[in-house]
T-cell receptor
Framework: GQQVQQSPASLVLQEGENAELQCNFS?????MQWFYQRPGGSLVSLFY???GTKHSGRLTSTTVIKERRSSLHISSSQTTDSGTYLC??????????FGSGTRLLVSP | GALVYQYPRRTICKSGTSMRMECQAV??????VAWYRQSPQKTFELIAL?????????EQNFTQEKFPISHPNLSFSSMTVLNAYLEDRGLYLC???????????FGPGTRLTVL
């Protein structure tokens, strides 16, 4: 079946350090999203990025379709960046497959 | 822009009772709505997909008898968790799509706690 692998599973940073999160997909995709899940659980959409590179503040998402991977780069991390980062992809049907997430902890 | 709201954001119910949650699309027509659940320590799994004027399709391990869904128009959907038990705890997510477009817009989720 369709699968997505996220890495690393968890990450601890000192404030100010950069982070690179990865997602690898088992099949070709036509939609790709990154989410931030707050420690309280609610979901926030960060990027809809099916291909190429997108920027938003300190965040950058890059999706390379032919390599079936997407990355999320966080620069100059802050303690408020702590939480879980999820990627999710679709293959053309209506179902979106979520990764298991990267748990990020940024310490002061 | 396209936004999806979910109500309530958090809810608690007693074991054996039912809980209804709502999903509202603003700024686009929610032709299809998908409901997902994130159980503790797990990732999101699809419960069912609802398309206006079509039958609702449930994934394996999820049934209409347990999770009845209503999708009466292009801006609203609701799902009820009937006879909730501990294994129904989690974050319930609504994702809506307009037409056949690839992007699905997600709400923040409804967190269900079962006592």
């Amino acid at each position: 079946g369709q699968q997505v692998q996220q890495s690393p599973a968890s990450l601890v940073l000192q404030e100010g350090e950069n982070a690179e999160l990865q997602c690898n997909f088992s099949t070709s995709l036509n939609s790709m999203q990154w989410f931030y899940q707050r420690p309280g659980g609610s979901l926030v959409s960060l990027f809809y990025n099916p291909s190429g590179t997108k920027h938003s503040g300190r965040l950058t998402s890059t999706t390379v379709i032919k390599e079936r991977r997407s990355s999320l780069h966080i620069s100059s991390s802050q303690t408020t960046d702590s939480g879980t980062y999820l990627c999710a992809f679709g293959t053309g049907g209506y179902k979106v497959v979520f990764g298991s997430g990267t748990r990020l902890l940024v310490s002061p | 822009g396209a936004l999806v709201y979910q109500y309530p954001r958090r809810t608690i119910c007693k074991s054996g009772t039912s809980m209804r949650m709502e999903c509202q699309a603003v700024g686009f027509q929610a032709t299809s709505v998908a409901w997902y659940r994130q159980s503790p320590q797990k990732t999101f799994e699809l419960i069912a997909l609802s398309t206006v004027n079509s039958a609702i399709k449930y994934e394996q391990n999820f049934t209409q008898e347990k999770f009845p869904i209503s999708h009466p128009n292009l801006s609203f959907s609701s799902m009820t968790v009937l006879n909730a038990y501990l294994e129904d705890r989690g974050l319930y997510l609504c994702g809506a799509r307009e037409g056949t477009g690839p992007e699905q817009f997600f709400g923040p989720g409804t967190r269900l706690t079962v006592l």
